[in-house]
């Protein structure tokens, strides 16, 4: 099995925060605001 790695880009990571979890997991529920997120010049986290 083969991986690649890569930056995240602000989509992906705006995705994955509004994920929702169901007990007893709901500990892993990101709670950020749209400005939490800080990309670089080419949109990468």
């Given at each position: 099995?083969?991986?690649q790695f890569?930056?995240?880009t602000r989509e992906e990571a705006?995705?994955?925060a509004g994920w929702q979890?169901?007990?007893p997991y709901s500990?892993?529920?990101i709670c950020a605001?749209?400005?939490v997120f800080?990309?670089?010049e080419r949109?990468?986290?």
């Open positions: 099995m083969n991986f890569r930056p995240m705006e995705e994955i979890y169901e007990e500990f892993y529920r605001e749209r400005d800080a990309a670089d949109g990468h986290l």
